[in-house]
């Protein structure tokens, strides 16, 4: 029986360079570049779904899980819109960052150094972000079974991750990462990449189904992130929970 999602050569390669996640031009760079549009996408649809009036806090007292939480790029503006934020990583020394960063800004996120097998809970969470950490989880079928077990019923999952296309193979890996060096060499592993029909399949496994679906795309040109309709390198879905 499976009981294990932890990558450990996947989190020893982030723990590494744990201490750059803070830093806009260093290694983390593209995520920070990548930031915003997350953000914004994943509120707005939390206001839609949830009919939320569009107030200064309109995530306020939703508990949300951030799953892979890093160094708490996302788990801070979550925190920051009103969320009652548990985030979770395998990496100690990534927990250890996003924790002496969130007491720096005087911000109230539970971190916990865990995997979502491992968690044990009393209430449900009302949203769960998985956002660029399916491809680097050991076994995702069990990953997604696990998360939908954590997730409160009508709750919403966000997944973010890279196609498994060609396409995807020479901009995320020989691009960013060879040419370009936006990220370190290794970070990515094309084999683990995921189709959009893939997840969609595991996951109706797992009484979630998708909502919405759409591609994210880097313009070169204007250096920004936008949310589009091509969704062979990079894609964003939203489901909820039967």
């Known amino acids: 029986m499976k009981n294990n999602t932890i990558n450990k050569k996947e989190i020893e390669k982030f723990s590494k360079i744990a201490e750059e996640w803070w830093n806009p031009n260093?290694?983390?760079?593209?995520?920070?570049?990548?930031?915003?549009?997350?953000?914004?996408?994943?509120?707005?649809?939390?206001?839609?779904?949830?009919?939320?009036?569009?107030?200064?806090?309109?995530?306020?007292?939703?508990?949300?899980?951030?799953?892979?939480?890093?160094?708490?790029?996302?788990?801070?503006?979550?925190?920051?819109?009103?969320?009652?934020?548990?985030?979770?990583?395998a990496s100690e020394k990534n927990i250890n960052v996003a924790k002496l960063h969130a007491k720096q800004n005087n911000l109230n996120i539970n971190y916990i150094c865990t995997s979502p097998e491992k968690m044990r809970i009393k209430n449900h969470f009302d949203v769960i972000l998985n956002m660029e950490i399916v491809e680097h989880v050991e076994d995702v079928d069990f990953f997604l079974k696990t998360c939908s077990g954590l997730l409160k019923k009508n709750g919403i999952m966000f997944v973010a991750t890279l196609n498994k296309t060609l396409k995807s193979y020479i901009f995320a890996i020989i691009g960013a990462e060879y040419i370009l060096r936006w990220l370190p060499i290794g970070t990515h592993e094309w084999e683990k990449f995921l189709k959009p029909e893939e997840l969609i399949t595991t996951l109706k496994n797992y009484n979630l189904s998708l909502d919405k679906i759409n591609g994210m795309q880097f313009n070169i040109l204007t250096d920004r992130w936008k949310v589009g309709t091509d969704k062979s390198v990079n894609y964003i879905a939203k489901f909820i929970k039967n």
Not at 31 to 40: E, G, M, T, V, Y
Not at 80 to 87: N, P
């Open 26 to 89: 260093g290694k983390f760079k593209p995520l920070h570049k990548f930031n915003p549009i997350r953000i914004a996408y994943i509120k707005d649809n939390i206001i839609k779904t949830f009919k939320i009036n569009k107030d200064k806090i309109p995530l306020k007292k939703l508990k949300i899980l951030d799953i892979g939480c890093g160094g708490g790029l996302l788990s801070e503006p979550m925190c920051r819109l009103g969320a009652e934020v548990t985030a979770i990583d």
